[in-house]
């Protein structure tokens, strides 16, 4: 009978875990979320990349509404502040031109989400409050009103919407 050296032995136990390794996945965590306070600063190049900025705001709201945390309006609060290009996708007149952005942020706003657009942007476009949808809030400055937030404790989220150069199967 032949004995195996503790070095081989060591090896071959190595070798013998390694496909129970690579069987592993990632852990999935709930994490104990209470009273959630977000604040979204949206200030965007395009109008047309208001749809993925919501996209962040829906990655924020929806996992919070599901279970396991269920949370209504009553139990988050957030706010979202429009001083870009994009507050021209609340302007009543351009409805039709944005029309699956508009009834996305109605959604939301019935959900209890507050929009707000900066008051000098809005001179800036032309525009009067009452050229804005009715569920968005004229605030007298984006600055103003994003300092004002953070300092009653609301969590600053700046969505980042870049030009997609490739799809995901691509990089997948």
């Avoid at 509404?65 to 994009?86: C, K, R």
């Avoid at 968005?136 to 300092?151: G, I």
């Amino acid at each position: 009978m032949r004995l195996i050296s503790a070095p081989s032995l060591l090896l071959l136990l190595t070798l013998a875990g390694a496909p129970a390794v690579a069987l592993a996945q990632a852990a999935v965590v709930q994490t104990p979320y209470q009273q959630p306070k977000a604040l979204f600063d949206i200030y965007l190049d395009h109008p047309a990349k208001m749809g993925a900025a919501l996209y962040w705001l829906r990655s924020f709201v929806n996992p919070l509404m599901e279970a396991p945390y269920s949370f209504f309006n009553e139990d988050m609060s957030v706010i979202v502040v429009l001083h870009g290009t994009e507050l021209v996708t609340v302007a009543r007149k351009n409805e039709s031109k944005y029309e699956d952005i508009v009834q996305r942020m109605r959604f939301y706003a019935d959900q209890g989400v507050k929009f707000k657009v900066c008051g000098l942007a809005l001179k800036d476009y032309g525009y009067t409050p009452a050229d804005m949808q009715p569920f968005v809030e004229v605030t007298p400055s984006a600055m103003t009103e994003l300092v004002h937030w953070q300092n009653q404790g609301y969590g600053l989220i700046t969505p980042v919407v870049t030009d997609k150069k490739v799809s995901i199967d691509e990089i997948r």
